[in-house]
């Protein structure tokens, strides 16, 4: 059972291993299905790939963050800050009109500013309504001293993430990772299972020879 590496993209087999092969595909019946050695076509092979590099994207870890209360710690100082209370507060306007201005200030603030929270925040916006809601809470944990990155925002409730990740020196953290082990294991049987089924195919004769089926059948 050869191994012939010299042209593994038109066959990994001996000459002699491809003419016992191409033998038993024309000799025997196989029930009377007759099977042709035609290649998978190639816009068939271009979706898998892009079904494939399609769902990893998508399911990559980091689009499935939660958001944490410390994506919005900015937009609580900023909605606490007297120019944003005033408009907050004018009763000359509707509170929709308000809660719009009010908003739009606080998120033209942030524009002036790198953050490392940017994608999450575009992933995870808020409105005005539900930054009060959330906001006495991300306060309380901001004179508590924790880290806010360990506290998912869900619904109204600002709660501690249930992660379990233990660091190299030995403490817990409860932060989402950006990464995870589930994503190495899909990206690694895909690789596993993509050279698997090029060396199935390439043990078989070339798909330039064509079978003939009425030898068999």
């Avoid at 012939?4 to 029930?31: C, M, V, Y």
């Avoid at 007759?34 to 998508?58: D, H, K, Q």
């Avoid at 995870?180 to 294991?185: A, Q």
């Avoid at 090029?198 to 798909?207: M, N, S, Y």
């Amino acid at each position: 059972m050869a191994w012939i590496f010299n042209r593994p993209l038109h066959t990994l087999t001996s000459e002699d291993q491809n003419n016992d092969a191409k033998h038993t595909w024309e000799h025997e019946s196989l029930g009377g299905i007759a099977e042709n050695n035609n290649p998978l076509p190639r816009p068939v092979i271009g979706l898998l790939i892009l079904t494939y590099f399609t769902a990893m994207a998508l399911t990559f870890p980091l689009y499935g963050q939660r958001p944490t209360a410390a994506i919005y710690a900015d937009y609580v100082s900023l909605m606490n800050s007297s120019m944003v209370q005033e408009v907050m507060n004018d009763k000359s306007i509707t509170h929709n009109e308000a809660n719009s201005r009010a908003m739009a200030m606080i998120e033209d603030s942030l524009e002036h500013f790198d953050s490392p929270y940017t994608f999450q925040r575009a992933q995870h916006p808020i409105d005005l309504d539900q930054l009060r809601v959330v906001a006495p809470q991300i306060v309380e944990l901001q004179h508590a001293g924790v880290d806010l990155e360990e506290y998912s925002v869900i619904g109204p409730d600002v709660i501690k993430a249930n992660f379990f990740n233990i660091l190299p020196d030995g403490t817990i953290s409860a932060k989402q990772p950006w990464w995870d082990k589930g994503y190495t294991i899909a990206v690694w049987w895909f690789i596993f299972f993509c050279l698997a089924v090029i060396i199935t195919v390439k043990r078989l004769p070339h798909f330039s020879w064509r079978p003939d089926h009425t030898i068999a059948h």
